[in-house]
């Protein structure tokens, strides 16, 4: 079973999204995510300043199996991304929640984050996928 931490939201397309102190959001792909495509060899990432409503297609991962699109969980405005993935896609791979993180967002309405799934939520919606 993959790992989900349950203090993180996430979305129905396996984005997990994490507040900071600052209130920015710190978006990935779930661990579920990473292990189905497989080893990342290319990570698209958006344009910091870029404005993105929230289920915009922002950026692109591929694999050595597949290319997949990677969606804004919220609206706002990108504010940072992980240039150590221009080097290292593998990074998603390896701490898909920590050092494999994509991108960072400024959101522009913070209570749509509360709209996300929990843990619990993206759990059961896993299983639901499976059956």
Known sequence: MSRIPPELRYTQTHEWVRVEDDGTLVVGITDHAQGQLGELVFVELPDVGEPVNASDE???IESVKAASDVYSPISGKIIAINEDLE?????VNSDPYGDGWLFR???A????????????????????DED
């Open 58 to 60: 922002v950026c692109v």
């Open 109 to 128: 309405d913070p209570d749509e984050f509360s709209e996300l799934l929990d843990a619990d939520g993206y759990t059961q919606q896993m299983e639901e």
């Open 87 to 91: 080097e290292a896609p593998s990074l």
């Open 105 to 107: 967002i400024d959101p």
